[in-house]
């Protein structure tokens, strides 16, 4: 995985992606062969030019009928058409592989485009392996995840560019697009349909493992909050569960809204505010704080917490891991 | 009209006496009632062509304040709610109100120039045109200067341009702009389509026309077929925020595709009819540098219009991620790789003519021939984002940013600055400087590939659209800040062309009336036109009226004898098909009817837009008494007619 462009997909790690890549790469070249083909075509003409320069030394050059030159245009679509029907072809043989959702996919995931973040379900049998979390995906590595997509405001657009490609999340229709891993690693989605002011800042980030450490990994979204354990903790839940409790989540706890992302296991997670922050104790801080200087128009309400309640809710959702 | 069907128009030649007689008749009256109340094409044309780059100026600068935000990473110029703005009103302003005028503007001065005729078929409708133009463009630029320009986009999907989302006043400013800009597209396509049928000189035949025509005609009825379907879907975004319609709404059974699928219908087509006549100037212009006629005329004008159709079957390429069938996206996907053929036909007629022919360089030359490779990087880059799969890569990113500047910069701004090299001397009887010109061309070729070429890797490194920063680890740094660079060179080269204009415009070197040794019948006129355009209305036999001697035609067209049509403000009226003169038509005075008609028209809207029904009704009576002053009958205009009969 190129690290240097985190969402080029002409370096691909998943399936669906894989599967495009070859069309890509030919209908890239034929396009810049045809681009130098027609340039060179052009610039030889032009050398044959008999003068440079404006009006007088445009009347100076006699007009003459000169040959038809219409086999230029038959030919010209003779040799287009071949690369085009190539193109054709091969364009409806990779949609035929890659659009498709599996029909018995290892997971299944409902996914909801928010202003500005991604609601995730892990759809789990029995009931009670089915939870909620918030701009991140863990999916085992070499296994299809189907994804069912979902509108909950405007539209957004779900893409990891080395995984898979796009497909829209619209309100009043649920759209199904699918992810599998071919190599562990982190991999960063962009929303790709424009969603409004925070549109550049919703990110969903696809941590896909090895089987164990996946397992283990759901294993732990499953476990309940933990207790406070100290007394800044303590104050800490009682101000999440007050304050934070309307609209977020923390399973096992008071705090039960979805308004906003869930936050359960919130220390657990690699980034803040979709993708604008990597998951600190000083971030979380300053996020909780200063949540519009840092994302002009998101909806999270600024709390006004004194320094001390703000180290206790830190306190208390640190141990959410 | 009537009482000058069966007068037989006289053939005469010309002579001093006739051409005063005809400028009594044609000449505008001096004043601002003469400047307000102009209906001669030329000047309409040129207004449509001043204004469209005054458009075309604020366009360029709202993106060269998006540029330096995006010069670098994490920048903070401008705020999230500013940048959409910019963004959303850089593509209103370039695609509405500069693209598409701005050829309207030459197809109206040019068309009457090139069919032989004296005006266009209405010309007060076509002054009535202009005026909504610019009053609906004003209309949209009073939303964006008071905080209230378009958030969403050029092309404004819901939910996020409803009510709920968007409550402000920006998404009504778009919508009421947007129907009130549809009038003047719609009345100018009508005029362009009856204009092309009905007032081409006698001779001049549907295979003789200029590809400008040919291109501005497919626009038109393209036009006509497809703003109704915009005009609707902000109709019914206006009722929907408004007056709670649910058109657009899941709550209340309503569908957010049917936007979509009502913008795009209208959307795809647009394209076309915003490069199709530019793309017919260059099929006009070229060949005249090449000393020879354009190769394979039919095909090219078959290919334009075979385009339009095609055209009309590719819109859900807009829209392949929004979890269509795979069956219906697969017929979308091939008429969208299929479009490519007759887009190529153009460019190896184009390739073939320069090859065959006997090039000279000029600016405008230069403009032309190098419109050809933006054509193609613009068509291919379209190529790839016609499959369905790899367009679920690149489409809502920069790659497709790149792909549509080359399209829109590529296939319009480069024939229309050729066209105003190739054309200016006609209009203001000076040509421009052609050392300056070499300036020019070069300074906005390099730096518009320095912007747009980097971009189809900033797309393919996967930047999304729309987006006012991005963070430093991904790796798009240096593309950006050469893309902004380049806009920056590109905005320096479009500013000498505005220096040569100025420069040109009383100290040019004076222009015959036919300073390139071109052949269609614009040409056969003085630099400038006279109001009347021609004094005797020629009667054409070759595709080349000017060019006739030196290539190989059986008859010769008639310049120096024609009809007099000197009774009244007239001109002659012709066959569809074979352009037999069929029929006096007499034109119109001067009038301001249709500016206080576009008056009318924009209080109505100003009215709606504050929600003042009183305003709006008010504004309604001066509209229909516009109308009614319009369509008044003349007893004037017929009264004249027994004197001269």
């Keep these: 995985m190129n690290t240097a462009t985190p969402l080029g997909y002409l370096d691909s790690a998943g399936t669906r992606a894989d599967a495009i890549l070859p069309l890509t790469w030919y209908m890239l070249i034929v396009s810049i062969l045809v681009c130098v083909i027609i340039g060179w075509i052009l610039v030889r003409a032009l050398r044959r030019s008999r003068a440079n320069g404006g009006d007088e030394e445009t009347r100076a050059v006699a007009v003459e009928e000169g040959p038809s030159g219409t086999h230029w245009i038959r030919n010209g679509l003779l040799i287009s058409s071949v690369p085009l029907l190539v193109a054709l072809v091969w364009t409806m043989v990779t949609l035929a592989a890659v659009s498709g959702p599996p029909a018995r996919p290892a997971l299944t995931l409902d996914v909801v485009g928010h202003q500005w973040w991604w609601e995730v379900t892990y759809d789990g049998t029995p009931a009670a392996h089915t939870f909620t979390t918030a701009n991140e995906i863990h999916i085992p590595v070499g296994q299809r995840v189907l994804v069912r997509l979902h509108g909950a405001d405007v539209i957004h657009s779900f893409w990891v560019p080395k995984l898979s490609g796009k497909t829209d999340t619209i309100p009043g229709q649920t759209n199904l697009s699918w992810l599998e891993a071919r190599v562990p690693g982190v991999y960063t989605g962009p929303c790709s349909e424009y969603c409004g002011e925070q549109h550049a800042h919703m990110m969903v980030q696809v941590v896909a493992q090895s089987s164990a450490q996946f397992d283990q990994w759901f294993a732990q979204q499953l476990q309940p909050a933990t207790a406070p354990t100290d007394s800044a903790s303590e104050r800490g839940a009682a101000l999440f569960e007050y304050r934070c409790g309307a609209c977020h989540q923390i399973r096992g706890t008071q705090a039960g809204a979805h308004a906003g992302p869930d936050l359960s296991h919130i220390a657990g997670r690699r980034t803040l505010a979709a993708g604008l922050l990597p998951n600190t104790p000083g971030t979380l801080a300053a996020w909780i704080e200063n949540a519009h200087g840092l994302k002009p128009g998101n909806q999270m309400p600024n709390q006004n917490l004194t320094g001390g309640e703000l180290m206790d809710v830190i306190a208390y959702l640190e141990l959410q891991r | ?645």
């Design chain 2, 1 to 645: 009209m009537k009482s000058a069907d069966l007068r037989i128009p006289v053939v005469g030649a010309d002579s001093i006496a006739h051409q005063s007689r005809l400028l009594e008749l044609w000449e505008g009256k001096p004043g601002l009632a003469g400047f307000f109340g102009s209906v001669d094409h030329k000047h309409i044309g040129v207004r449509y062509i001043v204004t469209a780059f005054v458009f075309l100026v604020l366009g360029g600068l709202e993106a060269l304040a998006m540029r330096l935000q995006l010069a670098g990473p994490d920048r903070a110029l401008l705020t999230p709610a500013q940048y959409d703005q910019l963004f959303s009103t850089h593509g209103m302003t370039m695609i509405f109100l500069y693209a598409s005028p701005v050829l309207s503007g030459f197809s109206n001065y040019l068309w009457p120039l090139l069919l032989g005729s004296r005006d266009m078929a209405f010309p007060r409708l076509n002054a009535f045109g202009y005026w909504v133009y610019l009053a609906s463009g004003i209309f949209l630029y009073v939303g964006f200067l008071t905080g209230n320009g378009p958030n969403d986009g050029w092309f404004n999907y819901v939910p996020y341009a409803s009510a709920a989302y968007n409550p402000g006043l920006n998404e009504d400013f778009y919508s009421l702009g947007m129907v009130f800009l549809g009038i003047s597209t719609s009345v100018g396509a009508a005029n362009f389509i009856v204009t092309a049928f009905r007032t081409r000189a006698p001779g001049m035949s549907l295979d003789r026309l200029p590809i400008l025509v040919w291109g501005t005609l497919t626009a038109s009825v393209a036009n006509l077929i497809v703003v109704p379907a915009v005009s609707l879907a902000f109709l019914m975004l206006w009722m929907d925020r408004q007056f709670g319609t649910q058109f657009f709404n899941t709550v209340g059974g309503g569908q957010p595709l049917l936007w979509q699928h009502l913008f795009w219908i209208f959307g795809h087509p647009w394209v076309y009819a915003i490069v199709l006549p530019a793309m017919g100037m260059v099929s006009d212009g070229l060949p005249v540098f090449c000393r020879r006629p354009l190769v394979g005329y039919s095909l090219v004008a078959v290919s334009t219009v075979a385009t339009m159709i095609l055209g009309f079957g590719v819109w859900v390429h807009h829209m392949f991620a929004t979890g269509l069938p795979g069956i219906g996206m697969s017929f979308f996907s091939a008429a969208s790789i299929a479009i490519t053929l007759p887009s190529a036909v153009a460019v190896f007629a184009w390739l073939a003519t320069i090859r065959l022919g006997k090039p000279v360089i000029t600016t405008a030359f230069l403009f032309f021939a190098s419109m050809i490779l933006l054509f193609v990087i613009g068509g291919v880059s379209g190529f790839m984002t016609a499959s369905v799969p790899v367009d679920w890569q690149l489409t809502d990113t920069y790659f497709v940013v790149a792909h549509l500047h080359y399209v829109l910069i590529g296939i319009n701004v480069f024939p229309v600055v050729g066209a105003i090299y190739f054309w200016f001397p006609k209009m203001r009887g000076r040509l421009l400087d052609e050392k300056l010109g070499r300036w020019n061309f070069w300074t906005m070729f390099i730096g518009f590939n320095l912007c747009f070429l980097p971009m189809h890797l900033t797309g393919l490194l996967g930047m999304p659209r729309r987006v006012y920063t991005y963070a430093p680890e991904m790796g798009w740094t240096t593309l950006n800040l050469i893309t902004s660079i380049g806009a920056f060179v590109f905005a320096i080269g479009v500013l000498l062309l505005f220096v040569n204009i100025a420069r040109s415009w009383s100290k040019g070197k004076i222009a015959s009336a036919n300073p390139w040794d071109a052949p269609t019948l614009e040409w056969s006129v003085s630099s400038p036109p006279p109001p009347y355009n021609f004094a005797l209305i020629p009667k054409v036999a070759s595709r080349h009226p000017l060019w006739e001697g030196r290539l190989p035609a059986p008859e010769r067209s008639s310049l120096d004898r024609g009809l007099l049509l000197d009774s009244g403000k007239e001109t002659i009226g012709s066959t569809a098909l074979d352009a037999h003169a069929d029929m006096i038509l007499e034109m119109p005075e001067d009038s301001l009817a249709p500016l206080f008609l576009s008056l009318g028209l924009a209080g109505a809207f100003a009215g709606l837009i504050l929600k003042l029904w009183v305003v709006t009704a008010i504004f309604g009576v001066v509209l229909a008494m516009a109308l009614l002053w319009w369509l008044w009958p003349r007893r004037a205009l017929r009264e004249r007619e027994p004197a001269h009969g």
